[in-house]
């Protein structure tokens, strides 16, 4: 039996990608072998029974993983992946054999995207999502959405009268359900990645605000601006925040963030000969993104649409690329109107590996243009995850053997790191 064929039959309805049922058996599938499978039995189970009509689906019987990332066979640390889109850090993590066990993403469309690559439909809202029933993990990552920060997030929020940052509501306190998470479960560490401007945001306090309440829940807080345009021919600046338990690590460590490579990367390298007419622009939307771009230029403004040089590197793909594309047009022959990039380019712009599956998946261009939007330059979170790991298996960065005993005289911690002290 394949994995394909279980969850074809667990999702039968479009409704059903977004109740949690599909999440709970995919979620208990991929855990069978480790200690995380408990919290997902029972609902896994109650699941089943209210959907088995024909008695020879056993999902206990051994299955194939048809899908391009499967489980790693031997993993060696458990990680979990809140706000995950597409899944731009798990592919990078289970490539170092990292065990996902806990996914999170509402929307039906990722969740999609995600189950077609990685073999498990990601948990709803992380708000309803109880910190106690989620799996014990050495790392927790989180690039939790990025609106209530970005600059066009804050403008388009400022223009329409809402709120922004931590007093948008409903968006803005997502942090704050990291922060409870990493409270309960005190992984060893965290990976967080927001846009650039979360930095400056609000001068400044919004990025303090969420360094101190780290630094309280006991870690240390390293953060960078990166530029993926070191690893794919795309400018797209985030800022990654790493944080280490003050539980397993010295005081007098430090993190080291990848050294980019020297490159001179040009977007000609990904894009594709043939290209459908379908992602040509019409004369009407041609005409009026020049209009507009002449208009801002008058005013002195440098928004506009952006050509790109084929030798050069592209703008920041954005969410909103669906629209009209403006932000990154492939000039075509002298006669013809620029195109937009097909999803195809879209992920080998955001350095995704080719096996990455996007097609046949019943997801839309429009969708997967939101979705690689959203995501993060794969290249650039290996890098990350890498020196993470690097960092993280570094005996000299790890707490001295601490030995306690307690009140029998009893030794009761042997091991570097295993610091559960309750005497
Ligand atoms: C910036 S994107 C992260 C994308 C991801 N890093 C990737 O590689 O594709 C933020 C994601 O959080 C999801 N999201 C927003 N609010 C959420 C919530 N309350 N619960 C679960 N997911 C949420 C969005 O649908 C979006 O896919």
């Given amino acids: ?39 997902y039995e029972d609902e896994a189970l109650k699941y089943i029974d209210s959907l088995v009509q024909e008695p020879e689906f056993n999902y206990e019987i051994p299955f194939k993983y048809d899908v391009p990332f499967p489980p790693p ?50 948990f709803g809202d992380i708000t309803q999502i109880d910190e106690k029933k989620i799996p014990d993990h050495d790392i927790l990552i989180g690039g939790f959405p ?39 479960k005190k992984p060893k560490a965290f990976l967080l ?47 990654f925040i790493v944080g280490f338990s003050m539980e397993y690590f010295n005081e007098s460590v430090v993190f080291n963030f990848p050294k980019p490579p020297k490159s001179e990367l040009q977007i000609k390298t990904i894009l594709e000969k043939k290209v459908d007419k379908k992602y040509t622009l019409s004369d009407k939307l041609w005409e009026y993104l020049q209009n507009y771009a002449k208009k801002h230029r008058e005013k002195g403004n440098g928004f506009g649409f952006g050509l790109v040089d084929k030798n050069g590197i592209s703008r920041t793909l954005s969410a ?5 594309g403006s ?22 712009l955001m350095g995704y590996p080719d096996k990455f599956k996007i097609k046949n998946i019943g997801v839309s261009d429009t969708q997967l243009y939101k979705q690689f939007g959203n995501s993060v330059a794969v290249p650039v979170v290996r890098e990350v995850a890498n020196a993470m790991l690097y960092f993280m298996n570094n005996d000299q960065n790890k707490k001295e053997k ?21 005497v």
Avoid at 6 to 30: D, F, P
Avoid at 154 to 179: M, P, R, Y
Avoid at 343 to 348: A, F, G, L, N, V
Wanted: proline fraction near 3%; hydrophobic fraction near 30%.
């Fill in 146 to 184: 990025c609106q209530p920060f970005s600059i066009a997030g804050v403008s388009k929020k400022n223009s329409l009268g809402k709120k922004h940052g931590f007093l948008d509501e409903t968006q803005g306190t997502l942090f704050f359900d990291i922060c409870r998470i990493i409270k309960e």
């Fill in 320 to 324: 909103r690329y669906y629209k009209d």
């Fill in 1 to 39: 039996m394949k994995y394909s064929e279980i969850r074809n039959r667990l999702i039968q309805k479009e409704s059903q990608w977004i109740e949690e049922g599909a999440a709970y058996v995919t979620h208990y599938l991929q855990s069978r072998d480790n200690g995380a499978s408990k919290y």
């Fill in 193 to 239: 990645e927001n846009v650039k401007n979360l930095k400056s945001h609000d001068k400044g306090n919004t990025f303090k605000v969420i360094e101190k309440t780290l630094k309280k829940l006991g870690y240390f807080v390293f953060s960078k601006v990166l530029d993926a345009k070191y690893y794919v021919p795309q400018h797209r600046e985030r800022i």
């Fill in 327 to 348: 932000e990154i047009l492939i000039p075509q022959g002298k006669d013809e109107n620029p195109r937009r990039l097909t999803p195809e380019e879209c992920k080998k």
């Fill in 73 to 122: 066979e031997n993993s060696k640390f458990k990680f979990i992946d809140l706000f995950a889109g597409i899944g731009g850090f798990r592919i990078s993590f289970q490539e170092l054999n990292g065990k996902c066990v806990f996914s999170s993403e509402w929307n039906k469309y990722a969740k999609k995207t995600y189950d077609a690559n990685f073999g498990e439909v990601p």
């Fill in 402 to 422: 601490v030995i306690l005993m307690n009140k029998n005289n009893e030794e009761i911690l042997k091991e570097k790191n295993e610091i559960k002290i309750s």
